[in-house]
Nanobody, 115 residues
């Protein structure tokens, strides 16, 4: 079992920055991959970025050059640094952990980009 708690969302103006955090607890030593997904109103949930225990990262084309995903060594916390935010980045951002092929999700944190 893995529990995930996201934080750091909020309201920001276009061009601004936010840093999301995802704190993992429970069987963190079995986590292989963690990632951030987002879901805008009326749209399907989509990948934003993932990071493996080895530190390999994958970012969606829509966020490349603006978002950075990182983690601490123990895989207890994963961060999503979001710069140059756009209104289309507005969504609920969810943290996900993959353990032996099983997905664990956090409750999500709202990010709103608006002037």
């Amino acid at each position: 079992q893995v529990q995930l708690v996201e934080s750091g969302g909020g309201l920001v103006q276009p061009g601004g920055s936010l840093r999301l955090s995802c704190a993992a607890s429970g069987n963190i030593f079995s986590i292989n991959v963690m990632g951030w997904y987002r879901q805008a109103p009326g749209k399907q949930r989509e990948l934003a970025a993932t990071i493996t225990r080895m530190g390999n990262t994958n970012l969606a084309d829509s966020v490349k050059g603006r978002f950075t995903i990182s983690r601490d060594r123990a895989m207890k916390t994963v961060y999503l640094q979001m710069n140059s935010l756009k209104p289309e980045d507005t969504a609920v951002y969810y943290c996900k952990a993959i353990v032996a092929g099983y997905d664990y999700w956090g409750q999500g944190t709202q990010v709103t980009v608006s002037s």
